[in-house]
């Protein structure tokens, strides 16, 4: 029995391979510079806009509502008090949505809640949600503050309650405070 004679390794394939990965490589990281482009908050685009810059990004980065909310008719009757966010794994990163404090992480009823407090008293609450910083440390919008996972009482692992009170405890609707549109920047002529 002859041994197949080896094949001398062809470099040139390699090379291309090599290429390729990078090639691939790049092209995701200029989808995550896009995406990023297309989501993130630019102040200049609203310049002189108070309400417009004030406006809050998604917790989730590139967050779809499953659920909307729905507006209790009384303060116990039924609704949906936030937004259900789909998350597709159990350790989705949460961002800010707004500049503000945590306030709370812990167990409300068996549910994993975390709360930021904003500068304008807005209680921003989560579930299921863990943080990643400590009670009472300060986060700024867009930075990670906690991951989605534990327990929640309609949420589970696939998505994140996010709701909103005000400083009278009434809920509001979080998508009426997102920025109402994607901001497509181009070069000024
Ligand atoms: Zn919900």
């Known amino acids: 029995m002859t041994r197949q004679p080896r094949k ?3 470099r040139h ?4 391979q090599q290429r390729r990965a990078i090639a691939s490589l790049a092209t995701m990281a200029l989808a995550v510079a896009a995406m990023w482009t297309a989501t993130a908050p630019d102040a200049t685009v609203f310049a002189g806009d108070v309400s417009c810059t004030a406006a809050m990004v998604m917790p ?3 967050g779809v509502v499953e659920r909307a909310f729905a507006q209790p008719a009384s303060a116990w009757g039924s609704g949906h008090r936030g937004v259900d966010i789909a998350v597709t794994d159990g350790d989705t990163v949460l961002v800010a949505p707004e500049d ?3 306030s709370f992480a812990g167990g409300v009823a068996g549910k994993n809640v975390v709360t930021i407090v904003t500068e304008d008293g807005l209680k921003l ?3 299921p949600a863990v943080a990643t910083v400590a009670t009472g440390a300060a986060v700024v ?3 990670a503050f906690a991951v989605a996972e534990g327990s929640s009482d309609h949420c ?3 998505c994140v309650h996010w709701g909103v009170r005000n400083a009278d405890d009434e809920y509001l609707d979080p998508e009426t405070l997102l920025e109402s549109r994607r901001i497509v920047l181009k070069p000024v002529a």
């Not at 394939?13 to 291309?16: C, G, S």
């Open 8 to 10: 001398p390794r062809r």
């Open 13 to 16: 394939e390699d090379d291309e």
């Open 60 to 62: 989730v980065s590139g």
């Open 100 to 102: 503000g404090t945590v």
């Open 125 to 127: 609450s989560f579930e």
């Open 141 to 143: 919008r867009g930075a």
């Open 156 to 158: 589970d692992d696939h």
